[in-house]
């Protein structure tokens, strides 16, 4: 199995532009979280699905997010307009079961820089 | 809401030694899910140990286990011959019978020394 997969695994762009960052989850995988990563706060859920539906999306900062699951093996998570405060290191993950309980697979995640 | 707690924001061991890595959490459930998971300098976390709060027995994971204290919510991961891939961060989480809170602590880098 080739694992979550996530692109791209660098963006940088300026301050205003819209970005849009996709995961795949593994084949089978039931539900599927959107985390980010900074410094200052560590570890953060945005958003998390089970069954393509958003279950919990109340780590989401701000309108200018948005995530979509359209099917089970795609889901993009987009900023729109980028601030440089949402530079962050944002992960995809996937787990067989409903919530994160068991086990978490985690993609390599998608570096993001905003200028 | 929980949190995690680790209080060591850096360690290190020498190659082949056991080094202790402490978290503590905070919460007034009784059934719960405790896990460690490492972040290599890859970035990709990786699940490290996985323990059920009902389950008395320490999991362990090969040259990994876990000293779990359930009464002092502690929760703490021995790395036995420890070994230069193990370098990198480690992430004590917690995860709630629902699945309804799951929270990653600050996590702790760790070294290994050749």
């Known amino acids: 199995d080739a694992g979550v997969i996530q692109s791209p695994r660098h963006e940088v762009t300026e301050m205003g532009q819209e970005v849009t960052l996709r995961c795949k989850p593994i084949s089978g995988h039931n539900s599927l979280f959107w985390y980010r990563q900074t410094m200052m706060r560590g570890l953060e859920l945005l958003i998390y699905?089970?069954?393509?539906?958003?279950?919990?999306d109340s780590g989401m900062p701000e309108d200018r997010f948005s995530a979509k699951m359209p099917n089970a093996s795609f889901s993009t998570l987009k900023i729109q307009p980028s601030e440089p405060r949402d530079s962050a290191v944002y992960f995809c993950?996937?787990?067989?079961?409903?919530?994160?309980?068991?086990?978490?697979?985690f993609g390599s995640g998608t570096q993001l820089s905003v200028l | 809401a929980q949190t995690v707690t680790q209080s060591q924001p850096e360690m290190s061991v020498q190659e082949a030694e056991t080094v202790t890595l402490s978290c503590t959490y905070d919460?007034?459930?009784?059934?719960?899910?405790l896990f460690w998971y490492k972040q290599p300098p890859s970035r990709q976390m990786i699940l490290v140990i996985r323990?059920?709060?009902?389950?008395?027995q320490n999991a362990t994971e090969n040259r990994f286990s876990v000293n779990f204290q359930k009464a002092a919510k502690s929760f703490s991961l021995k790395i036995s011959d420890s070994q230069l891939g193990d370098a990198a961060m480690y992430f004590c989480a917690y995860g709630d019978n629902y699945g309804q809170n799951f929270v990653f602590g600050p996590g702790t880098r760790l070294s290994v020394l050749p």
């Open positions: 323990q059920e709060a009902y389950k008395q």
């Open positions: 699905f089970n069954n393509n539906v958003p279950i919990d």
């Open positions: 919460t007034s459930e009784s059934d719960y899910y």
């Open positions: 993950a996937s787990s067989p079961a409903p919530g994160p309980n068991e086990k978490l697979f």
